[in-house]
C-alpha cells in the first residue's frame, strides 16, 4: 500500500511506494524516514518544483505547487479545466515566470533562464495543434527541426552529415513513419501528422518531453499506436503527458499527477486518485476514468 504523508513541502524521501495527497483532504502523517533535505531532492529528480506560485491579476493560476520528474519517467497530468495544467507547462518551458517557488531541471534553473535556451537545454514542448510544415515532405520536417537546434553550429542550407540522417531515420522507424519518409506531410493523418510532430521533438534530442493532449481527435487504432510510442520512449526521456482521455491515461500511466485549483490534490496509481474522494469531487460527479 502506499504510504500517504503530508505535504506541503512534500519529501518522497527514500520510499519507492511514496505518494502525496493534499493536506487539504488527508490528516497529515509525517514519515521522519523518507525526509531528505532540498539539495537531495534536487539531485535525486530530472525535474524539480517546489512551491510555485503564478498570478494573474490577483488570480492564482499556480498556488504552491510542488511536483518531482524522476529521470526516465512517464507522468501523466490530469485535472479538470482551469486547474493549472497549462501554466504548469508554461512555467517548465520559461514562458511565464512564477512569483514564488523554485524551478530546476538538472541545475539549470527554470525562473533565471530564457525559454530558447531552456529549449536547446533539452526540455521540448508539442503544443495540442500540430505545426507541421504541409508543403514539406516528413523526412524535410524533421531535417528541419534538427538544423533549427543547430543553428549555431551551422547554417540551415548545409545538408546533414551521415549520423544526422541515421539519427533521423531511427526517429522515423520509432514514430512510426518510416514508409511516409518522402510523403509530403500536408498529406498525412491527423495522427500521423501528431507523430511527426513528436518525431521533429525528438530530432532535437530533448530529456524531458511536455506533451499537451497527443491524442485529442485521434482514431482508437492511432490512440493505441500512440501509446505504445510513448511507451517505448519511456527510459530514455522523461515525458509530462497533459491528457483529457481518462482510457488513454489509464493505458500509459505509472504515475497520476491531479491538479486542481493550481496545485497537487493528488498523486498516485490511477487506481489511487480515482479513488481519492478530494479528486472525484474535484471533477464534481464527472467520470475520472
Ligand atoms: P488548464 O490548462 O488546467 O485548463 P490553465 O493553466 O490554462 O489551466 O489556467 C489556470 C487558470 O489561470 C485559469 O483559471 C485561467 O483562466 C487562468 N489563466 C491562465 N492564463 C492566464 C492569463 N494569461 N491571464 C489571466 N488568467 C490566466
Ligand atoms: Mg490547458
Known amino acids: 500500500m502506499a504510504k500517504i504523508i503530508a505535504a506541503p513541502p512534500v519529501n518522497p524521501g527514500l520510499d519507492p511506494n511514496y505518494r502525496i495527497v493534499s493536506p487539504k483532504h488527508s490528516k497529515p502523517k509525517l514519515d521522519l524516514t523518507t525526509w531528505e533535505t532540498k539539495s537531495q531532492r534536487k539531485l535525486r529528480y530530472v525535474l524539480f518544483l517546489e512551491e510555485l506560485s503564478v498570478s494573474f491579476e490577483g488570480f492564482k493560476a499556480l498556488d504552491g505547487l ?28 520559461g514562458h511565464t515566470k512564477p512569483d514564488t517557488g523554485e524551478a530546476w531541471y538538472m541545475d539549470i534553473n527554470l525562473l533565471e533562464n ?36 543547430k543553428t549555431v553550429l551551422r547554417t540551415l542550407t548545409a ?57 485529442a481527435g485521434m482514431t482508437p487504432g492511432e490512440i493505441e499506436r500512440t501509446t505504445e510510442l510513448l511507451l517505448s520512449l519511456e527510459g530514455t526521456h522523461s515525458i509530462i503527458l497533459v ?45 475520472v476514468c
Open 66 to 93: 510542488t511536483m518531482y520528474l524522476t529521470d526516465g519517467e512517464l507522468r501523466c497530468v490530469i485535472g479538470p479545466n482551469g486547474a493549472g495544467k497549462t501554466t504548469l507547462m508554461d512555467v517548465i518551458t
Open 114 to 149: 530564457d525559454e530558447v535556451f531552456i529549449a536547446r537545454s533539452g526540455i521540448g514542448r508539442k503544443f495540442q495543434k500540430p505545426s507541421v510544415f504541409d508543403s514539406l515532405s516528413v523526412f524535410q520536417n524533421l531535417e528541419l527541426s534538427l538544423k533549427a537546434k
Open 159 to 215: 545538408s546533414l552529415g551521415q549520423s544526422d540522417r541515421d539519427r533521423l531515420s531511427f526517429v522515423l522507424e520509432t514514430v512510426g513513419l518510416t514508409n511516409e519518409r518522402a510523403s509530403q506531410a500536408g498529406t498525412l493523418s491527423h495522427g500521423q501528422k501528431q507523430w511527426l510532430e513528436i518525431g521533429m521533438l525528438l530530432a532535437q534530442e530533448p530529456k524531458i518531453l511536455l506533451l499537451d493532449e497527443p491524442v
Open 243 to 287: 491528457e483529457h482521455d481518462m482510457e488513454f491515461v489509464r493505458s500509459v500511466a505509472r504515475t497520476v499527477t491531479v491538479l486542481h485549483q493550481g496545485s497537487v490534490l493528488a498523486e498516485g496509481t490511477m487506481d489511487e486518485v480515482a479513488a481519492h474522494p478530494g479528486v472525484i469531487e474535484a471533477y464534481l460527479g464527472g467520470t
